[in-house]
């Protein structure tokens, strides 16, 4: 048996994003007069200052897989660039996560951010990172949390509806 | 210099970072770091099965992935994430790196120094013991208390540290001033420690809670930590750079400090599975030497899904590699021992004796121990698992790969099923009488238990 690591997802993803975007979503339209629908947007970042992405980067493999609509904003993204992207992707979700405990208060940042500027009810709120705790989580009003692109795949279906916890 | 630095090398490390070709990110780990990966893999025939023996005695083997290693450092090299360039080596510069490695060190002061010596697998030499609460999160008020039931142990000869949670009572934010604020405050709550415990002396692995060159260049500063502790650097995975790790490298070789370069390759990542993260290691720790200039060598290859070095797959990658460079380089190699398992549970001193008891008879220097319950929880770690490895490594001194084998074998079938299972087990302050740091006796009885049991299985003088 021949094992399947990240290299070979990460291309495959590629293959089928290419397929859906230049085959199968431009045929269905041509016949139909509705977009197909999407499980769902979602926009992920990791926080302002953290450069490890690759837990973030399988989550983002794993929605996708699942029918959501991704959009990955990268590494080291501020609060208000979160949020701009955010609104003018019209996303559903906001996903951001943090390796180290030292990079869990610029989270709170984005969320505090989200709060004061009336944007808060607008989008289910992820967090994730092995920084990350289901109590930190809840103090910080998330709507839900993961430490594993495997916790993504299994959580999906709850994510738009935002019942996580 | 320590480390048997070269100036200008790291100089020449610093221009490839400026000059390097400029590259995707995504064409890096797919192409170069995946594509790379795989292709040497098949060309030099690494193979690791998973009915493959956990702890490798086949030195052609490990042999031919240094080989493999080899040429996988010189052709992938390393990536600079703020510059986006590609930093190559050539063989002939990676080797001149290699060669400069001194083989023996000795860090500390006075009565409390140790010395760390190169050893290729089956030696019978010491193996040192660099132990604590491995990043452990922990509140500022029990910090002192907390290190100090490990310090105390005269089995620790390196010692390491928790992270504050918080510094005078704020968060700590990366990259700010606070992360200034908070290195000092560890450093100074550390040497207290040491003071306590008569061992002022002790090497400490250190900026603890530095996530930035911020923390490092405030930690390691006058009156703060010395050249003779333990200053870290590490790659990003996969062997990527930035430059607060490369700002890291300079200050400890301007302050002449010794230094750890480690990095944490992903089972399951960009090099694949368990025959690339053996690959990884080796590669990873010769770009590393020629990256940052470091001596000590530490690998943590992780589980992608369970955040732990211990996985059985990721144990027999982890010996190869630790094989291949201790036969073929005189860095001294450590693993970094990361549970899934905590303190309370039984199963903790299977889950570390395992992967320390394979890496001392594979030829490591040091075994850094333990990142208990993968280091999430506040106080979730406890002495008596490092004690626990302490004593095994010792007693397999002198031992061969063979013979260590079934002990390896049967500790790993203690936790091999319940890796997924989140046995957290319970913090510090729930196992230890506070007053006289000394285990609650329920949580002594079962050390004793599974040292009692190692005996009796195998006959060892643990």
């Known amino acids: 048996m021949h094992d399947i690591f990240l290299p070979e997802m990460v291309t495959a993803a590629d293959v089928v994003q290419r397929i859906t975007n230049e085959v199968i979503t431009p045929k269905i339209e041509e016949t139909h007069s509705t977009k197909i629908a999407s499980a769902g947007k979602v926009l992920l970042a990791t926080v302002r200052g953290d450069l490890r992405e690759i837990g973030k980067n399988m989550v983002g493999l794993m929605l996708r897989a699942n029918g959501f609509n991704v959009i990955d904003q990268g590494i080291t993204v501020s609060p208000s660039e979160i949020i701009i992207q955010a609104e003018k992707e019209k996303v559903d979700i906001i996903g951001s996560s943090s390796l180290l405990p ?24 992820i967090i994730g990172g092995a920084a990350t705790t289901p109590e930190f989580a809840l103090n910080l009003f998330a709507d839900g949390i993961g430490n594993s692109a495997a916790e993504a795949d299994e959580r999906k279906n709850k994510l738009t509806r935002r019942q996580l916890f | 210099m320590k480390n048997g630095q070269n100036y200008d090398l790291l100089l020449s490390a610093l ?17 170069v770091i995946g594509k790379t990966a795989r292709e040497i893999l098949e060309k030099y025939d690494i193979d690791l099965k998973i009915d493959s023996p956990l702890v490798n005695a086949d030195n052609g083997f490990a042999d031919r992935l240094f080989d493999a290693g080899l040429e996988m450092a010189s052709r992938s090299g390393v990536y600079c994430k703020d510059t986006g360039r590609w930093m190559q080596w050539t063989k002939e510069e990676l080797l001149s790196a290699l060669n400069q490695v001194p083989d023996e060190i000795t860090l500390g002061a006075g009565n409390d120094q140790v010395t760390v010596s190169h050893r290729k697998p089956d030696e019978n030499s010491h193996v040192v013991i660099y132990g604590g609460p491995f990043g452990i999160p922990i509140d500022e008020a029990r910090f002192v208390l907390f290190h100090q039931a490990f310090a105390c142990q005269p089995s620790i000869e390196i010692f390491n540290l928790g992270t504050l949670l918080t510094t005078h009572s704020r968060s700590i934010r990366a990259g700010s001033p606070w992360e200034a604020v908070a290195a000092k405050q560890e450093q100074e709550l550390t040497f207290e420690v040491l003071q306590r415990v008569g061992r002022p002396g002790m090497p400490v692995g250190c900026v603890e809670i530095a996530t930035t060159e911020v923390g490092e260049l405030a930690g390691t500063t006058y009156g703060g930590y010395r050249p003779t502790d333990v200053h870290k650097i590490n790659f990003i995975s996969e062997q990527k750079t930035a430059y607060h790790h490369l700002i890291a490298a300079v200050h400890f070789a301007h302050v002449d400090a010794f230094s750890e370069s480690y990095f944490n390759p992903m089972y399951g990542g960009y090099f694949g599975g368990g025959s690339g993260v053996a690959l990884a290691c080796v590669s990873g720790s010769i770009v590393m030497r020629a990256c940052y200039q470091g001596t000590l060598n530490d690998i943590g290859p992780t589980h992608i899904h369970i955040s732990a070095s211990t996985h059985p797959e990721v144990l027999r990658a982890l010996q190869l590699g630790i094989q291949a460079l201790a036969r073929n380089t005189k860095l001294l190699t450590s693993p970094f021992i990361r549970p899934t398992t905590g303190p309370g549970t039984r199963e903790i001193f299977y889950e570390t004796g395992a992967l320390a008891a394979a890496s001392a008879v594979s030829g490591c220097s040091y075994v850094d121990s333990a990142q208990s319950a993968a280091g999430t929880h506040t ?84």
């Open chain 2, 15 to 31: 221009d490839k970072a400026e000059n390097g070709m400029l590259m995707d990110e995504k064409v890096w780990d797919r192409d």
């Open chain 1, 102 to 125: 030292t990079r869990v208060p610029y989270m709170k940042d984005f969320i505090d951010y989200l709060n004061t500027n009336g944007g808060r009810g607008k989008y289910a709120v």
């Open chain 2, 379 to 462: 106080g979730g770690a406890s002495p008596l698992e490092v004690l626990f490895n302490a004593r095994l490594v010792h007693a397999v001194e002198g031992m061969t790969r063979n013979d260590v084998l079934p002990i390896v074998d049967w500790m790993v079938d203690q936790y091999r099923d319940i890796q997924t299972a989140k046995m957290i087990g319970k913090p510090f302050f729930d196992l230890y009488n506070l007053s006289t740091l000394e285990p609650i006796p329920a949580w002594n009885q079962m050390y004793l238990d599974a040292i009692e049991e190692v005996q009796r299985r195998f006959g060892l003088s643990i």
